[in-house]
């Protein structure tokens, strides 16, 4: 019997390595290449709208607007923001909802490999790619990733599809305002749209610009230089 135990433990462990090595390798190959689709893209109930525009031919302003808007210690963290969790966790002992703390490395993390949902088991799995990324991508390829995978819309995926469907141009081209009203859908993306925006979004659209007036581009200089 207990060798039979310790046949099923070498084969679990046997599995989990191969996967990890698989992982290693999938995170090696997209370090630099487009990629050319994701875990959220190939479960929409949408068709897919998705175009990959590279990260230095992006206005510094849309980065910033995103990171202003979703998390601004983004250059400073190894991934997951674990003061972000402990002031999430003070608020909920305080009788606030819990809100989410998770970073642009996580979310990103989330998108390209796991699934919707806030399971322990996938907020586990989430921080551990996190730490994935950051070790192999670095902050300048999850920023790009993110920027190039993140939701905008039913099926409308990355800024370049997003700025082309809701202005009519390239994100190459869009405004701070326009950045920043991408950035206000990113946390309820199928619900909204930056041409009708609530006053409270357009609130959040104005708090976002402000958020990116105090921060400025040398917020992500040592990143996108």
Excluded: C
Aim: glycine content about 6%; charged content about 20%; hydrophobic content about 45%.
């Amino acid at each position: 019997m207990a060798k039979r135990k310790r046949g099923v433990i070498r084969w679990i462990w046997s599995i989990l390595w191969k996967v990890l090595l698989l992982l290693m390798l999938v995170l090696l190959l997209f370090r630099f290449a487009p990629l050319p689709t994701t875990a959220f893209m190939l479960q929409s109930p949408y068709p897919v709208t998705q175009k990959w525009v590279p990260i230095d031919e992006l206005p510094t302003y849309l980065p910033l607007a995103v990171v202003a808007s979703e998390d601004q210690r983004f250059p400073n963290h190894f991934g997951v923001d674990v003061k972000a969790i402990s002031d999430a966790l003070h608020d909920y002992g305080d009788g606030e909802s819990l809100r989410g703390a998770s970073t642009i490395t996580q979310q990103t993390a989330k998108n390209v490999f796991l699934w919707p949902g806030r399971s322990l088991i996938r907020k586990g799995l989430e921080a551990g790619l996190a730490l994935g990324l950051e070790a192999i991508w670095g902050k300048q390829r999850i920023l790009e990733v993110y920027l190039n995978i993140a939701e905008f819309g039913q099926g409308i995926y990355g800024v370049e599809a997003a700025s082309q469907h809701y202005f009519g141009r390239s994100a190459r081209n869009i405004t701070p305002r326009q950045a920043a009203r991408l950035a206000v859908l990113l946390p309820s993306p199928r619900t909204r749209n930056p041409n009708s925006l609530s006053y409270p979004l357009r609130e959040r659209v104005s708090w976002i610009e402000r958020q990116m007036d105090q921060l400025s581009a040398q917020h992500l200089s040592a990143i996108l230089n």
